[in-house]
């Protein structure tokens, strides 16, 4: 194995190990011990990647939305469902996005405070922004606002689910929270189109 | 100051202390040791009243509603607004509020997973019941899974709040959530008399 690769590989075992332990035990009390030992690499192949926990949470945070596409379609605003569908399905599942959740709630980043957010804000003001064009919006609604409004309930609903549930009732509780959103953001002509549980999609993950 | 007294007071100070430490630090950091020093009496004074940092978690739930009763006026859906601008005024400042939402996210409770969300959850379903009763809610919301839903939102528009600016823009926020869910919440007539920035009103804190 080439020098590069293992070096790639051995980044990714770190993270995936950081995204466990965080993800079982919250960011306060995960240890870099305890995250070394479970990667199953020296302590200097992981300081060499990631010189703090605060690095690993950073680096949790960049990954956890890169298995996420938004599907196309012609309604960007369904699209929109759709990936919410897509995501909290991944939440049910995947350490990296249950690690994110718990670094986003638990830590501050007092340099970018808004980082355990802003991918999924970005990802969300895009789909809105195409909505507008598409004439799918109320003109009321502001797409970045709009979005970092959806992105933090969106926030809670997953909390609340994690404690109702384990988040077994997600997909239903992301329905209930398009259900109660759309009227305040879709234009009537697309409102009566979209579908709050999401069409049924290939999970990316 | 008589023996029955001196308990309750010795018991505040020791939950004021734990909304304190748990607020400041996080609930898995928070030790009982820190609680004790900062309430400023001795170990067998705490353990008599709180056998462990889940009772104190407990105890900071229970009590951190109490002084928030929501206004009573001819508009229950505006005395629910009201009522969350209250509540968002009082996690800029009150200790147990802050410390509430750090338990609620960073510990579950196993034989009652929602007691966090309970009291929250109880007081905008009677509030999302009578707004029912007068004619203020459209014919298919459910008071119940509307007020989990409202609450959960409100939960993650808070979080976002303290990461973005340490909730100096929680009363803009919280309009903002009402914006975006009065649409499906209020019928037409009664969306027309509402006002999501919340009357002004006396702060019961």
């Known amino acids: 194995m080439a020098k590069q690769e293992r070096a790639v590989r051995t980044r990714r075992a770190v993270i ?28 200097g192949a992981v300081y060499f ?41 991944g939440l049910r599942t995947d350490p990296l996005l249950q690690a994110g959740t718990r670094i986003a709630v638990e830590t501050t980043f007092s340099d970018d405070p808004l980082v355990p957010y802003q991918a999924w804000t970005d990802i969300i003001t895009n789909l809105f922004s195409e909505a507008r064009e598409n004439g799918e919006l109320l003109p009321a609604v502001v797409p970045e606002r709009a979005a970092e409004f959806f992105v933090s309930a969106y926030m809670g609903v997953q909390l609340f689910s994690r404690a109702a549930t384990d988040r077994a009732d997600l997909p239903e509780r992301v329905t209930t929270l398009w259900r109660h959103t759309l009227p305040g953001l879709a234009s009537p002509g697309a409102l009566s189109h979209l579908d709050p549980h999401g069409r049924s999609i290939e999970i990316a993950v």
């Open 16 to 43: 995936e190990a950081a995204a466990h332990v965080i993800g079982t035990r919250g960011y306060q009390a995960a240890t870099m011990a305890e995250i070394i030992q479970r990667a199953g690499v020296t302590k």
């Open 49 to 89: 990647h990631f010189t703090s926990k605060d690095a690993l949470a950073r680096a949790v945070i960049k990954e956890q939305t890169e298995p996420f596409l938004p599907p196309v379609s012609e309604s960007r605003l369904q699209d929109a469902i759709d990936f919410t569908h897509q995501v909290a399905q």
